[in-house]
Nanobody
């Protein structure tokens, strides 16, 4: 079993920045992809960004150029640097890990106020 704990969410003004972190612990043999999804009120959960074990990154079009995903394999940690935040970025952000099964964190709230 793998546990994921997210941190770094909060309230920020439009144009501001936040950095989310997620630490994986537990029965980890190997971690493949690590990533982030988000779910806004009344909407379905959507993909935000992912990073492979080799460091390849993929982003949703809505966050390209503003968000940067990175990982520290030695610490089983993934980060999401979010810049130029917009009100539409307001959501609960969930950490996702393939190790090799799919695991999810409980989420961290990000609120962007105008």
């Amino acid at each position: 079993q793998v546990q994921l704990v997210e941190s770094g969410g909060g309230l920020v003004q439009v144009g501001g920045s936040l950095r989310l972190s997620c630490v994986a612990s537990g029965s980890i043999f190997s971690i493949n992809a690590m990533g982030w999804y988000r779910q806004a009120p009344g909407k379905q959960r959507e993909f935000v960004a992912t990073i492979s074990s080799g460091g390849n990154t993929y982003y949703a079009d809505s966050v390209k150029g503003r968000f940067t995903i990175s990982r520290d394999n030695a610490k089983n940690t993934v980060h999401l640097q979010m810049n130029s935040l917009k009100p539409d970025d307001t959501a609960v952000y969930f950490c996702h890990v393939q190790a090799p099964y799919n695991y999810w964190g409980r989420g961290t709230q990000v609120t962007v106020s105008s």
